[in-house]
């Protein structure tokens, strides 16, 4: 009964790759993000989709590109990896677009080499 | 823009010491105040949040207030234990906008 469920949890690719996270959420929200979360565990807002449009698009490479097939699901996908690209990935969803409570998935540790 | 400061730690406390984690935030508008948890190897957690001006936010013995006066948000906790080792985010979101912008995090480590 995993509320936010990220695959991979873990992710070793090497340089020049092309590879995606799966996020899926339970819970019947309308809002999903994704986040990145750095080696001093800083954590930063990469994009946002509500009833599987973009709402939120930080400033982030054009090789990150998300997709939301569904309100359930918002998949990441990155191209040509680059070893700056290597962190951890947090996907989360929350009610709708307000002050609501986030609720994160796991992660997945991308490594890049 | 948003932002948000939060002591970088890391913080080292014994078992049953008091815990100030101090956060301060710049934000236009009348932002949401959020603490967020990470346990070793796990997503985050909302821990405790407050929605506008003076509201106390409190869970599992942590409490923060909202001061818009000193736009502050400072968590507590009167006894920390060796349970509440982890991560913790200070965050907040913008009343103009959804997302949610986090500061640095400050690692606790409470010693038994």
């Known amino acids: 009964d995993t509320a936010v469920s990220q695959t991979p949890k873990y992710l070793v690719t090497q340089m020049g790759n092309d590879k995606s996270i799966k996020c899926e959420q339970n819970?019947?929200?309308?809002?999903m993000y994704w986040y990145k979360q750095d080696s001093k565990k800083f954590l930063k807002i990469m994009f946002s989709?509500?009833?599987?449009?973009?709402?939120i698009n930080e400033t982030v490479p054009n090789r990150f590109s998300p997709k939301s097939p569904d309100k359930a699901h918002l998949n990441l996908h990155i191209n040509s990896l680059e070893l700056g690209d290597s962190a951890v990935y947090f996907c989360?969803?929350?009610?709708?677009?307000?002050?609501?409570?986030?609720?994160f998935g796991p992660g997945t540790r991308l490594t890049v080499t | 823009g948003d932002s948000v400061t939060q002591m970088e730690g890391p913080v080292t406390l014994s078992e049953e010491a008091f815990l100030t984690i101090n956060c301060t935030y710049t934000?236009?508008?009348?932002?949401?105040l959020f603490w967020y948890v990470q346990y070793p190897g796990e997503g985050l957690q909302l821990l405790l949040k407050?929605?506008?001006?003076?509201d106390k936010g409190s869970n599992k013995g942590f409490e923060a207030t909202y001061r818009k006066e000193t736009t502050s948000f400072h968590l507590e906790k009167g006894s920390v234990q060796v349970s509440d080792s982890a991560v913790y985010f200070c965050?907040?979101?913008?009343?103009?906008?959804?997302?949610?912008?986090f500061g640095k995090g400050t690692l606790l480590t409470v010693n038994p």
């Open positions: 934000a236009t508008g009348y932002p949401s």
């Open positions: 819970l019947g929200h309308d809002t």
């Open positions: 989360a969803s929350s009610q709708g677009e307000g002050g609501y409570e986030q609720y």
């Open positions: 965050a907040l979101m913008g009343g103009s906008n959804y997302k949610l912008t």
């Open positions: 407050a929605t506008k001006a003076d």
């Open positions: 989709y509500n009833n599987k449009e973009l709402i």
